[in-house]
């Protein structure tokens, strides 16, 4: 018997809510295409379990789809970071030009490539974000499934959970995050500070970049303030979901 969402687009992201949405999806015979963004600037740990999950994939006669530069136009097919970095700006959370440009026309353009409506892709949305894309099928929320829901979906098929995905230099990124970034990955939190550095001598108001999310304190700044701290970290932050309007 023939699923009801068989042969459409699943947005992969890589994080909790879009990895249980797959697994729910197969688990009741759904066949289709998984897509995966990829922006250039991931976690390593998203980029590792994107490549784990993949396996799970083929294991069950899927495909995971990872999206890299060939679906970028022009400039934007240098890797995020990089292109920040040419540029001096850092992604600017009202406006959301880095989704646009690296997360959904990637997705539109292979969908139109492949013959698959981009407007019918369904979404990793779970139950206690249903405010998010009303107008989008989101199996997750039909399904009254939320974040611990998704959780134990992903553990009962035997897979580990991932940490939240999303760009190491994303403005929506909370302060937990950064401090994790700064003591996990020292060379990608020195970039993004590095970053910050020049987007703020490029501007001409006198005013400083920030990525944090008060938009008060720099990275070096909250850097130094890692440093009188005692390291302690609180997990379930990490559980919180991705601003991203893919998934």
């Not at 934007?76 to 700006?89: A, D, F, S």
Request: aromatic residues 10%.
């Amino acid at each position: 018997m023939a699923h009801e969402y068989d042969g459409r687009v699943v947005s992969y992201g890589g994080g909790v809510n879009s990895t249980a949405l797959v697994i729910l999806l197969v688990g009741e015979g759904w066949r289709g295409p998984v897509v995966f963004s990829d922006t250039g600037a991931e976690w390593p740990e998203t980029m590792e379990y994107v490549a784990m999950f993949g396996d799970w994939l083929r294991e069950h006669g899927l495909e995971l789809t990872v999206l890299g530069p060939e679906w970028r136009e022009n400039q934007i097919q240098m890797p995020l970071i990089e292109y920040c970095e040419h540029y001096r700006v850092t992604p600017f959370p009202a406006v959301r030009w880095c989704t646009s440009k690296w997360k959904v026309e990637p997705l539109q353009r292979w969908c139109e490539a492949n013959g698959h409506d981009y407007t019918a892709m369904l979404l990793g949305i779970s139950a206690e974000e249903a405010h998010r894309q009303p107008d989008k099928d989101r199996p997750l929320v039909d399904r009254g499934i939320d974040r611990n829901g998704c959780a134990r979906i992903i553990a009962d098929a035997g897979l580990p959970v991932p940490r939240k995905s999303g760009c190491y230099l994303c403005p929506f990124q909370r302060s937990i995050q950064w401090q994790e970034l700064y003591r996990v990955h020292p060379d990608l939190f020195e970039r993004v500070a590095a970053l910050e550095d020049a987007a703020t001598e490029r501007r001409a108001d006198g005013r400083i970049t920030t990525s944090d999310p008060s938009g008060r304190v720099t990275l070096r700044e909250l850097a130094a303030g890692y440093e009188a701290q005692d390291g302690l970290f609180d997990w379930l932050d990490y559980y919180q979901p991705c601003m991203c309007r893919v998934g």
